[in-house]
């Protein structure tokens, strides 16, 4: 978790099998890096190769939708599609939940699920900011954890700024042209269409091409893990 100057990230949890790969507490994160982050599990998720449990992210509602055992956010920090956050309500607590109005930019710190193809966050707690310093603190905290952490560098939606398209392998270079091709749809390029196109790829090549170009930041999930397309498109 970050430290109250925000400075540095403590590890949590255990270290995996790779020796590069840790657990941390909260990290702080872009909608558009969880949308594309890895699946490892049911329930765990990594960025390169560090998983993650707890993430904190900063947006804005879009949507408020109040049902009776929890209430469902639209969030939008303009690096991605929006994202989905759901805040389960505590029957056994009387204190009154307090929803977030749309158009209110709020801190989510919660757990990132996937149901259906359909990715999630699963709220343990919801502020509303009054500060937009805020804001801009987050995505400053953003850049800086994962440069380093991940020694890389980072664009101005917190993606991971990709090596030049032509040094990527050339199965990797099939696929993802593929893919920029579909990307003038706003849901990008289907699994299976993508298969059909590349019926000459095995599925393992396809599979292994996708989660690599996904890690250098060339390809991000839309509207579910099915559907793919370029971060340049």
């Not at 020694?151 to 032509?166: G, H, L, Q, R």
């Not at 170009?213 to 579910?224: E, N």
């Amino acid at each position: 978790m970050w430290s109250q100057g925000g400075s540095q990230p403590s590890a949590g949890g255990v270290n995996s099998s790779s020796a590069t790969m840790t657990v941390l507490q909260i990290l702080p994160c872009s909608v558009s890096q969880l949308l594309s982050a890895s699946k490892v599990s049911s329930d765990t998720f990594a960025l390169c190769d560090l998983e993650f449990n707890q993430v904190s992210v900063v947006g804005v509602v879009r949507e408020l939708a109040p049902f009776v055992k929890y209430v469902q956010y639209c969030l939008d920090d303009m690096t991605g599609p929006p994202l989905t956050v759901r805040q389960w309500v505590n029957s056994e607590d009387c204190t009154p939940l307090v929803f977030a109005s749309p158009g209110s930019y709020v801190k989510v710190i919660g757990s990132l699920r996937s149901s259906t193809g359909e990715r999630s966050l699963q709220a343990k707690h919801i502020r509303v900011i009054t500060d937009l310093n805020e804001i801009t603190s987050h995505m400053l905290e953003v850049v800086h954890a994962h440069m380093q952490i991940f020694k890389k560098k980072f664009d101005v939606n917190m993606n991971i700024t990709a090596v030049p398209s032509e040094d990527l392998p050339s199965v990797q270079g099939q696929v993802l042209h593929v893919i920029r091709r579909g990307s003038v749809r706003d849901i990008g390029i289907g699994y299976k269409e993508l298969q059909s196109q590349l019926d000459f790829l095995s599925l393992r090549d396809i599979k292994s091409s996708l989660t690599s170009l996904m890690d250098k930041g060339f390809v991000y999930h839309t509207i579910d893990e099915n559907h793919f397309k370029s971060t340049d498109r």
